[in-house]
C-alpha cells in the first residue's frame, strides 16, 4: 500500500515549518514541498497540487484562493491554513472537536479551512454553552487576547527579535489592531453561533508563542442563578473524550498564583486548556490557554490532515 501524497505549498512561512517539523518523523506519508527556486513558480505548484493527494496551504488569502482552485480542478483534498475560506459554506470548518458531527465532515470532506488560532479556544468554549441555553446568542461577548509574536509571521518575529529597539525587553504587552474589524471575527461569530460580533482586543507580548484568551461574562448576561459550576459541566461533559482539549477542575483554576494562567502553557501540544473562575458577584471569567503554532495553526491542520486522509488524528501531535 502506498503511502498518501502530501504537498506543503508556502513551506517557507511560518505555519508551513511548523508543519514540516510536526511531519519530519512520519513514515506514514510522502510530504513533499518545492526547492527554494521553485516554490513561487505557479507552473511548478500546480502540478504538485495536481500530483498530490492532499495539499496544504500556508499562503495569504488571494494565493490560497488561486492554489484551492487548482485542487478543485484535479480533486485533490486541501487544508486551508489561510483566512479565505473561513465562513465560506462550501468549505468545512476544520475544528473537529467543535460539534459531535464535525469530525465525521472533516473526513468525508475534499475541502477543509483550517480555524484561526483566536477562534479556536473561543469558539470551543462558547458555542457549547451556547447551545444549552446558558448563554443568550444575542449576549454581547467581550475577548481579551494576547498572542506570542510569531501569530504576526516572519516580519513580526524579525520586529520583535531585534529589528525595533523599543520591543526589546518590553515588560508588557501591546494591543493592536483595537480600532479594525480583526480578520478573525466573521468566524468567531459564526461558528460560536453569535447574533452579535464580538468585541475583540488583541495583544501581542514578548515571547514568541503560546497564547491566552480571557472571556467576561457578567452576571447579567447569564441566566439567573445560573454559576460556574453550570457552565463547568457543560464544557467538562462536552470534552470529556477529547485528546486535544482539557477542561480543567474549577479548584485547579482557583489554585492560580503568580505567574497566572502562563499563555506558553500549552506550547508544543495540540491542546486547548479551558479554565472557568468563579467571582463572588457571580460574574464568570472563561481562561483558555493554546499554542498559537499548534492546536492554533499547524498542529490543527496536521489533525485535519490525518482525518481527511483516514489516518489516526493524534499521529504526529502531542496532547
Known sequence: MTNPKVYIDG???????????????????????????DRRDPVMRREATAAADLTILCLPDDAAIEAAAWAKESGTKVVDASTAHRVNDDWAFGLPEMTPSQRETIQNAQLVSNPGCYPTGMILSLRPIIEKG???????ITIHALSGYSGGGKKLIAKWEGGQSDLENLPFESPYALH????????MTKYAGLTHEPQFMPSVGPFIKGMRLEIPLHKAVLP???????????????????????????E????????????????DTNRCDISIVPNALGH?????QIDNLGK????????????????PEDSGLTA
Open 11 to 37: 513551506s517557507a512561512g511560518t505555519t508551513g515549518l511548523q508543519i514540516q517539523e510536526r511531519l519530519s518523523d512520519r513514515t506514514d506519508l510522502d510530504v513533499k514541498i518545492l526547492p527554494e527556486g
Open 134 to 140: 446558558l448563554l443568550s446568542k444575542d449576549a454581547p
Open 180 to 187: 479594525t474589524k480583526h480578520k478573525h471575527v466573521p468566524e
Open 224 to 250: 439567573e442563578s445560573t454559576t460556574a459550576s453550570d457552565i463547568w459541566e457543560v464544557l467538562d461533559q462536552r470534552y470529556a473524550n477529547e485528546q486535544f482539549v482539557k477542561v480543567n477542575d474549577i
Open 252 to 267: 485547579s483554576s482557583l489554585a492560580y498564583s503568580d505567574p497566572a494562567f502562563d499563555p506558553r502553557a500549552t506550547n
Open 284 to 288: 464568570v471569567l472563561i481562561v483558555i
Open 296 to 311: 492554533g495553526a499547524s498542529g490543527a491542520a496536521v489533525q485535519n490532515m490525518n482525518l481527511m486522509l483516514g489516518l
